[in-house]
């Protein structure tokens, strides 16, 4: 196949046409001069266009320096942190209490249980504003950081509040499995158990699978007993109900100054529960 050959005509004269594959040629060459240009600017230029580049040099604080900076806090009194650092925090007075807080380790954010002045808690991301002008910073093991007005507070988990004590915990309405629920400490005899607590069989597919527990008369035997509303016993001394007699050995079982361990299913958690009886 042949390119048609043109000519053109400039100030009177005709120009020899010029072949398409030569054009082609031509730019192609141009190109490929233009890349060999670049690759050898970039091998005889340095890395960095102002010189020679060099890793910066480890920063290492001196004796002095180090003192001062563990002289600006105090880890075990943070409320009164010594405040001699320019910038330094400082705990926050706003009405905030901070319940609970989840870290994310891999991406540095988090999220922090926060109640305002009217007690309500709420969830808060950071990044997120808190209050009016308030957003959260940070999220740290114990303390949150927060921003207001281009400066930062901190605010810490209350633990100025001393521990439940453990018989409170085991009163409770629930908790975990494995955890002994003790009776309550007023005195629980035997023929109180007989006239205000019943046990009947509960059936299930057609099969006993435990003893419904329910109050009398004097509800205040029942929960003297550690009972509440709804329980049902699957076990007693570690043997499961199966049966309508268990609920007559269980009657048989109450004796005077006898301590009954049984298990009980209250909102679908097993709890052993301890029946102490008096003399």
């Known amino acids: 196949m042949r390119f048609a050959r043109e000519q053109f005509v ?10 398409l594959h030569d054009a082609l040629w ?43 900076l563990f002289a600006s806090f105090d880890p075990f009194n943070r409320a009164n942190a010594v405040q001699t650092a320019p910038g330094a925090q400082s705990v926050t007075a706003l009405a905030l209490t901070l319940y609970g807080v989840r870290v ?23 990044g997120t504003e808190v209050l009016p002008g308030v957003l959260l910073a940070e999220v740290h093991f114990d303390y949150v ?12 988990i209350d633990q100025s509040k001393p521990a439940p004590a453990a ?3 085991t009163q409770s309405a629930a908790g975990p499995v494995g955890q002994t629920v003790q009776a309550a ?40 007993a550690g009972f ?28 005077p100054g006898q301590s009954i361990a049984v298990t009980v299913n209250r909102n679908g958690q097993q709890l052993p529960l301890a029946i102490s009886l008096s003399q």
Do not use: C
């Open 167 to 169: 018989t409170t915990l």
């Open 104 to 126: 994310n380790a891999a991406t540095g954010g988090g999220s922090a249980i926060i109640a305002g002045a009217d007690g309500i808690q709420q969830v808060y991301r950071v």
């Open 26 to 68: 031509w730019a192609l060459a141009a190109t490929i001069a233009l890349l060999a240009a670049i690759l050898l600017w970039m091998v005889v230029t340095p890395v960095s266009p102002l010189g020679a580049w060099r890793p910066a040099e480890v920063r290492v604080m001196s004796p002095a320096a180090r003192s001062a």
């Open 185 to 224: 400490p007023d005195a629980l005899t035997v023929d109180a158990v007989r006239e205000n607590i019943s046990f009947a069989p509960r059936n299930e597919n057609g099969r006993v699978t435990g003893l419904q527990v329910s109050a009398g008369a004097n509800p205040a035997a029942f929960r003297a």
């Open 10 to 19: 400039f100030s009177g004269k005709r120009l020899p046409a010029v072949p």
């Open 145 to 156: 950081g927060l921003t207001r007005g281009g400066t930062r507070e901190l605010l810490y």
């Open 228 to 255: 509440q509303p709804g329980d049902v016993i699957t076990a007693v001394g570690g043997k499961p109900i199966t049966g309508g007699a268990d609920a007559a050995a269980l009657a048989a079982r109450l004796q």
